[in-house]
Protein backbone atom coordinates (compact mmCIF):
# COMPACT_ATOMS: atom_id res chain seq x y z
CA UNK A 1 0.00 0.00 0.00
CA UNK A 2 1.13 3.65 -0.87
CA UNK A 3 1.51 6.04 2.16
CA UNK A 4 -1.12 7.82 1.23
CA UNK A 5 -3.57 5.06 0.57
CA UNK A 6 -2.49 3.79 4.14
CA UNK A 7 -2.92 6.56 5.57
CA UNK A 8 -6.20 6.94 4.11
CA UNK A 9 -7.37 3.39 5.51
CA UNK A 10 -6.16 3.87 8.61
CA UNK A 11 -8.22 7.31 8.83
CA UNK A 12 -11.21 5.20 7.68
CA UNK A 13 -11.06 2.48 9.96
CA UNK A 14 -10.85 5.08 13.05
CA UNK A 15 -13.85 7.30 11.40
CA UNK A 16 -16.12 4.39 12.65
CA UNK A 17 -15.18 4.43 15.91
CA UNK A 18 -17.49 7.02 18.36
CA UNK A 19 -15.85 10.26 19.15
CA UNK A 20 -16.74 13.53 20.57
CA UNK A 21 -14.35 16.18 18.96
CA UNK A 22 -12.61 18.53 21.38
CA UNK A 23 -9.43 19.02 20.15
CA UNK A 24 -7.99 22.13 17.80
CA UNK A 25 -6.55 19.34 15.30
CA UNK A 26 -4.45 18.91 13.19
CA UNK A 27 -1.71 20.38 15.69
CA UNK A 28 0.74 22.11 13.83
CA UNK A 29 4.60 20.92 13.46
CA UNK A 30 6.96 23.96 14.02
CA UNK A 31 10.04 23.60 12.31
CA UNK A 32 12.62 25.37 15.52
CA UNK A 33 15.62 26.13 13.56
CA UNK A 34 17.26 28.74 16.70
CA UNK A 35 17.12 25.56 18.85
CA UNK A 36 18.77 23.00 15.85
CA UNK A 37 21.60 25.30 15.70
CA UNK A 38 22.05 25.75 19.13
CA UNK A 39 22.49 22.08 19.46
CA UNK A 40 24.74 22.23 16.38
CA UNK A 41 22.92 19.37 14.83
CA UNK A 42 22.40 19.17 11.10
CA UNK A 43 18.74 17.53 11.56
CA UNK A 44 15.76 19.51 10.61
CA UNK A 45 14.69 19.68 14.67
CA UNK A 46 10.59 19.77 14.85
CA UNK A 47 7.73 20.83 17.65
CA UNK A 48 4.63 18.98 16.82
CA UNK A 49 2.53 21.37 19.09
CA UNK A 50 -0.06 19.22 21.09
CA UNK A 51 0.28 21.75 23.78
CA UNK A 52 -2.27 23.72 21.15
CA UNK A 53 -4.78 21.12 21.12
CA UNK A 54 -6.83 23.61 22.80
CA UNK A 55 -9.65 22.37 24.76
CA UNK A 56 -9.71 22.83 28.56
CA UNK A 57 -5.69 24.50 27.96
CA UNK A 58 -4.63 21.77 26.21
CA UNK A 59 -2.35 18.85 26.21
CA UNK A 60 -2.20 15.13 24.81
CA UNK A 61 -5.52 14.60 27.43
CA UNK A 62 -7.58 16.48 24.86
CA UNK A 63 -7.30 13.81 21.77
CA UNK A 64 -7.62 10.64 24.61
CA UNK A 65 -11.06 12.09 25.89
CA UNK A 66 -12.30 12.66 22.77
CA UNK A 67 -12.90 8.47 22.48
CA UNK A 68 -13.25 8.27 26.18
CA UNK A 69 -16.25 10.35 26.01
CA UNK A 70 -17.54 8.87 22.55
CA UNK A 71 -21.31 9.74 22.27
CA UNK A 72 -22.73 6.41 23.13
CA UNK A 73 -20.16 5.81 26.60
CA UNK A 74 -22.06 9.29 27.37
CA UNK A 75 -26.00 7.63 26.46
CA UNK A 76 -27.54 8.42 30.41
CA UNK A 77 -24.58 9.41 32.10
CA UNK A 78 -25.29 12.32 34.56
CA UNK A 79 -21.51 12.29 36.03
CA UNK A 80 -17.90 11.94 34.98
CA UNK A 81 -15.39 10.59 37.47
CA UNK A 82 -11.79 10.46 37.08
CA UNK A 83 -8.31 10.11 39.02
CA UNK A 84 -5.08 11.95 39.31
CA UNK A 85 -2.59 13.89 41.54
CA UNK A 86 -3.34 17.10 43.02
CA UNK A 87 -2.04 19.14 39.66
CA UNK A 88 -3.20 16.68 37.00
CA UNK A 89 -3.40 17.71 33.42
CA UNK A 90 -5.92 15.15 32.70
CA UNK A 91 -7.92 15.85 35.50
CA UNK A 92 -8.13 19.74 34.22
CA UNK A 93 -8.89 18.39 31.29
CA UNK A 94 -11.59 16.08 32.36
CA UNK A 95 -13.11 18.64 34.22
CA UNK A 96 -13.80 21.23 31.32
CA UNK A 97 -15.16 18.06 29.21
CA UNK A 98 -17.58 17.05 31.59
CA UNK A 99 -19.06 21.06 32.05
CA UNK A 100 -18.73 21.35 28.43
CA UNK A 101 -20.96 17.80 27.99
CA UNK A 102 -23.28 18.79 30.70
CA UNK A 103 -22.00 16.31 33.23
CA UNK A 104 -21.08 16.72 36.83
CA UNK A 105 -17.60 16.10 37.59
CA UNK A 106 -15.77 14.21 40.50
CA UNK A 107 -12.03 14.21 40.62
CA UNK A 108 -10.59 11.50 43.17
CA UNK A 109 -7.31 13.15 43.75
CA UNK A 110 -5.01 11.60 45.85
CA UNK A 111 -2.95 14.21 47.94
CA UNK A 112 -3.59 18.03 48.84
CA UNK A 113 -2.36 20.33 46.55
CA UNK A 114 0.42 22.47 48.09
CA UNK A 115 -1.22 25.87 46.42
CA UNK A 116 -5.12 25.01 45.70
CA UNK A 117 -5.19 28.51 44.12
CA UNK A 118 -2.87 27.76 40.88
CA UNK A 119 -2.20 25.74 37.86
CA UNK A 120 -4.07 22.75 37.47
CA UNK A 121 -5.21 22.81 40.73
CA UNK A 122 -7.15 26.36 40.36
CA UNK A 123 -8.32 25.12 36.76
CA UNK A 124 -10.11 21.62 38.46
CA UNK A 125 -11.81 24.02 40.79
CA UNK A 126 -12.68 26.66 38.09
CA UNK A 127 -14.25 24.03 35.89
CA UNK A 128 -16.67 22.92 38.73
CA UNK A 129 -15.52 20.01 39.92
CA UNK A 130 -16.05 18.12 42.95
CA UNK A 131 -12.58 17.05 44.44
CA UNK A 132 -12.63 14.03 46.77
CA UNK A 133 -9.17 13.49 48.17
CA UNK A 134 -7.70 10.21 49.32
CA UNK A 135 -4.10 9.73 51.00
CA UNK A 136 -2.55 7.72 48.13
CA UNK A 137 -2.51 6.82 44.45
CA UNK A 138 -3.31 2.88 45.93
CA UNK A 139 -6.66 4.43 47.15
CA UNK A 140 -8.06 5.50 43.77
CA UNK A 141 -9.73 2.51 42.81
CA UNK A 142 -11.76 2.25 45.96
CA UNK A 143 -12.99 5.94 46.17
CA UNK A 144 -13.79 5.85 42.20
CA UNK A 145 -16.26 2.77 42.83
CA UNK A 146 -17.39 4.18 45.81
CA UNK A 147 -18.26 7.13 43.86
CA UNK A 148 -19.91 5.50 41.18
CA UNK A 149 -22.36 3.78 43.86
CA UNK A 150 -23.16 6.67 45.31
CA UNK A 151 -24.01 8.62 42.03
CA UNK A 152 -26.27 5.45 41.14
CA UNK A 153 -27.69 5.24 44.57
CA UNK A 154 -29.05 8.60 44.06
CA UNK A 155 -30.57 7.83 40.37
CA UNK A 156 -27.42 9.26 38.17
CA UNK A 157 -24.51 6.83 36.24
CA UNK A 158 -21.11 7.29 36.15
CA UNK A 159 -18.97 6.76 33.47
CA UNK A 160 -15.62 6.25 35.30
CA UNK A 161 -12.35 7.08 33.57
CA UNK A 162 -9.19 5.82 34.20
CA UNK A 163 -6.00 7.71 34.95
CA UNK A 164 -4.75 9.40 32.24
CA UNK A 165 -7.93 8.57 29.92
CA UNK A 166 -5.33 5.71 28.70
CA UNK A 167 -7.02 2.90 27.65
CA UNK A 168 -7.62 0.94 24.76
CA UNK A 169 -10.09 3.68 23.22
CA UNK A 170 -7.98 6.94 24.95
CA UNK A 171 -5.28 5.48 22.78
CA UNK A 172 -7.15 5.74 19.42
CA UNK A 173 -6.19 9.44 19.70
CA UNK A 174 -2.74 9.14 19.39
CA UNK A 175 -3.37 7.31 15.87
CA UNK A 176 -4.88 10.80 14.65
CA UNK A 177 -1.70 12.66 15.94
CA UNK A 178 0.37 9.75 14.03
CA UNK A 179 -1.39 10.29 10.80
CA UNK A 180 -0.80 13.69 11.18
CA UNK A 181 2.47 13.79 11.91
CA UNK A 182 3.27 11.40 8.80
CA UNK A 183 1.42 13.87 6.18
CA UNK A 184 3.56 16.34 7.65
CA UNK A 185 6.36 14.87 7.05
CA UNK A 186 5.69 13.47 4.43
CA UNK A 187 6.64 9.92 5.49
CA UNK A 188 10.50 11.21 5.60
CA UNK A 189 12.58 9.31 8.53
CA UNK A 190 12.45 10.87 11.77
CA UNK A 191 13.00 10.50 15.56
CA UNK A 192 10.22 11.34 17.84
CA UNK A 193 10.60 11.81 21.45
CA UNK A 194 7.82 12.17 23.62
CA UNK A 195 7.16 12.15 27.91
CA UNK A 196 5.35 9.06 28.83
CA UNK A 197 3.75 7.90 32.11
CA UNK A 198 0.43 5.75 31.60
CA UNK A 199 1.08 5.04 28.67
CA UNK A 200 -1.81 5.89 26.11
CA UNK A 201 -0.17 8.32 24.25
CA UNK A 202 2.52 6.18 22.99
CA UNK A 203 0.22 3.14 22.54
CA UNK A 204 -1.71 5.39 20.08
CA UNK A 205 1.40 6.42 18.18
CA UNK A 206 2.56 2.70 18.13
CA UNK A 207 -1.11 1.55 16.74
CA UNK A 208 -0.74 4.38 14.22
CA UNK A 209 2.55 3.25 13.19
CA UNK A 210 1.65 -0.15 12.56
CA UNK A 211 -1.61 0.76 10.62
CA UNK A 212 0.64 3.14 8.18
CA UNK A 213 3.66 0.70 7.91
CA UNK A 214 5.58 4.17 8.62
CA UNK A 215 8.79 3.43 11.69
CA UNK A 216 10.09 6.58 12.68
CA UNK A 217 11.89 5.78 15.74
CA UNK A 218 9.60 6.66 18.82
CA UNK A 219 11.04 7.18 22.06
CA UNK A 220 9.23 7.12 25.05
CA UNK A 221 10.57 9.13 28.09
CA UNK A 222 9.11 8.15 31.72
CA UNK A 223 8.24 10.67 34.04
CA UNK A 224 8.00 8.35 36.73
CA UNK A 225 8.21 4.49 36.26
CA UNK A 226 11.11 1.80 34.99
CA UNK A 227 11.87 2.06 31.61
CA UNK A 228 10.49 -1.44 31.35
CA UNK A 229 7.52 -0.85 32.34
CA UNK A 230 6.92 1.85 30.49
CA UNK A 231 7.22 0.05 27.26
CA UNK A 232 4.89 -2.94 28.72
CA UNK A 233 2.55 -0.82 29.40
CA UNK A 234 2.78 1.40 26.46
CA UNK A 235 2.48 -1.94 24.16
CA UNK A 236 -0.20 -3.95 25.80
CA UNK A 237 -2.51 -0.89 25.26
CA UNK A 238 -1.50 -0.74 21.79
CA UNK A 239 -2.41 -4.16 21.02
CA UNK A 240 -5.84 -3.98 23.11
CA UNK A 241 -6.39 -0.23 20.97
CA UNK A 242 -5.60 -2.56 17.24
CA UNK A 243 -8.34 -5.52 18.57
CA UNK A 244 -10.90 -2.62 19.99
CA UNK A 245 -10.04 -0.80 16.53
CA UNK A 246 -10.80 -3.93 14.21
CA UNK A 247 -13.89 -4.74 16.56
CA UNK A 248 -15.63 -1.75 16.18
CA UNK A 249 -14.98 -1.83 12.71
CA UNK A 250 -16.58 -4.87 12.16
CA UNK A 251 -13.67 -7.66 12.07
CA UNK A 252 -13.58 -9.74 14.64
CA UNK A 253 -10.25 -12.01 15.62
CA UNK A 254 -10.88 -14.47 12.81
CA UNK A 255 -9.89 -11.78 10.09
CA UNK A 256 -6.62 -11.71 8.39
CA UNK A 257 -6.58 -8.24 8.73
CA UNK A 258 -7.12 -8.23 12.47
CA UNK A 259 -4.62 -10.78 13.05
CA UNK A 260 -2.21 -8.54 10.68
CA UNK A 261 -2.74 -6.10 12.46
CA UNK A 262 -1.98 -6.59 16.06
CA UNK A 263 1.51 -8.85 14.63
CA UNK A 264 2.18 -5.35 13.21
CA UNK A 265 1.40 -3.63 16.36
CA UNK A 266 3.69 -6.07 18.30
CA UNK A 267 6.26 -5.08 16.18
CA UNK A 268 6.15 -1.64 16.33
CA UNK A 269 5.75 -1.73 20.10
CA UNK A 270 8.99 -3.96 20.54
CA UNK A 271 10.61 -0.96 17.90
CA UNK A 272 10.05 1.63 20.64
CA UNK A 273 12.77 2.91 22.75
CA UNK A 274 12.18 3.92 26.52
CA UNK A 275 14.44 5.30 28.70
CA UNK A 276 14.29 6.61 32.41
CA UNK A 277 17.68 8.33 32.67
CA UNK A 278 16.12 11.75 32.66
CA UNK A 279 13.62 10.86 35.94
CA UNK A 280 16.00 12.25 38.70
CA UNK A 281 14.85 12.25 41.67
CA UNK A 282 11.67 11.88 41.21
CA UNK A 283 8.19 12.67 39.34
CA UNK A 284 8.13 16.40 38.76
CA UNK A 285 11.34 16.97 40.60
CA UNK A 286 13.74 19.10 38.04
CA UNK A 287 17.01 18.19 37.45
CA UNK A 288 19.78 20.39 35.56
CA UNK A 289 19.07 18.58 32.48
CA UNK A 290 15.12 19.33 32.50
CA UNK A 291 15.92 23.25 33.82
CA UNK A 292 18.67 23.25 30.88
CA UNK A 293 15.88 21.82 28.46
CA UNK A 294 13.46 23.93 29.94
CA UNK A 295 15.77 27.48 29.20
CA UNK A 296 16.15 26.24 25.46
CA UNK A 297 12.78 25.51 24.77
CA UNK A 298 11.72 29.01 26.08
CA UNK A 299 14.25 31.27 24.73
CA UNK A 300 15.54 29.17 21.46
CA UNK A 301 11.89 28.32 20.36
CA UNK A 302 9.41 30.19 22.24
CA UNK A 303 7.56 27.16 23.67
CA UNK A 304 6.93 26.69 27.38
CA UNK A 305 7.54 23.24 29.11
CA UNK A 306 6.47 21.84 32.27
CA UNK A 307 8.49 19.86 35.15
CA UNK A 308 6.53 16.89 35.52
CA UNK A 309 6.40 15.45 31.88
CA UNK A 310 7.77 17.80 28.95
CA UNK A 311 11.11 19.11 30.01
CA UNK A 312 12.27 15.53 30.96
CA UNK A 313 11.69 14.41 27.50
CA UNK A 314 13.11 17.36 25.80
CA UNK A 315 15.95 16.81 28.06
CA UNK A 316 16.24 13.56 26.85
CA UNK A 317 15.91 14.95 23.04
CA UNK A 318 19.08 17.62 23.92
CA UNK A 319 21.22 15.00 25.45
CA UNK A 320 21.25 12.32 22.46
CA UNK A 321 21.48 15.30 20.36
CA UNK A 322 24.55 16.65 21.51
CA UNK A 323 25.79 13.39 22.05
CA UNK A 324 25.64 12.56 18.50
CA UNK A 325 22.84 9.31 19.15
CA UNK A 326 21.03 10.90 16.50
CA UNK A 327 24.10 12.20 13.76
CA UNK A 328 22.48 11.61 10.49
CA UNK A 329 18.54 11.39 11.62
CA UNK A 330 17.14 14.04 8.61
CA UNK A 331 14.69 14.91 11.54
CA UNK A 332 14.33 15.02 15.09
CA UNK A 333 10.19 15.81 16.16
CA UNK A 334 9.25 16.68 19.80
CA UNK A 335 5.83 15.95 20.51
CA UNK A 336 4.83 18.96 23.28
CA UNK A 337 2.14 16.74 25.25
CA UNK A 338 1.15 20.38 26.90
CA UNK A 339 1.28 20.45 30.83
CA UNK A 340 2.04 23.99 30.77
CA UNK A 341 -0.26 24.98 33.33
CA UNK A 342 2.15 23.25 35.90
CA UNK A 343 4.44 25.68 35.59
CA UNK A 344 2.19 27.88 37.70
CA UNK A 345 1.46 25.87 40.78
C1 LIG B 1 1.91 16.94 29.87
C2 LIG B 1 1.93 15.46 29.83
N1 LIG B 1 2.79 14.86 29.01
C3 LIG B 1 2.86 13.51 28.93
C4 LIG B 1 2.08 12.71 29.73
C5 LIG B 1 2.22 11.23 29.62
O1 LIG B 1 1.21 10.70 28.77
P1 LIG B 1 0.72 9.22 28.96
O2 LIG B 1 0.13 9.14 30.33
O3 LIG B 1 -0.28 9.01 27.88
O4 LIG B 1 1.89 8.33 28.86
C6 LIG B 1 1.16 13.29 30.61
C7 LIG B 1 0.33 12.43 31.49
O5 LIG B 1 -0.23 12.83 32.46
C8 LIG B 1 1.07 14.70 30.66
O6 LIG B 1 0.21 15.31 31.49
Redesign the pocket.
Given at each position: MGDATAARAALKQLARVGRTRLAATPTPLVAVPGLAAQLQTAATVHVKADAWTGFGLG???VR?LEYELAPKRLEGATDLVTPGGPH???CRVAAAAAARLGLECTLVVDGVPENAGRGNAALHRLFGARIVTVEGRSQREAAMEAEARRIATAGGRALVVPL?A?TPRGALGYVHALVELHHQLNGAAAWVFV????????AGLVLGCALLGWRPQLVAVS?DDPADRIKSVAADLAVKAAKLLCEDAGSGPESAWHADLVERTREAAEAVIATDAFVGPGYGRPTPASDDATLLFARRAGFVL?P???AKAAAAMVEWIRDGKLDGVPHVVFLH???HPALFR
Open positions: GNKKSNHGSSSSSGGTMADFYTTGG
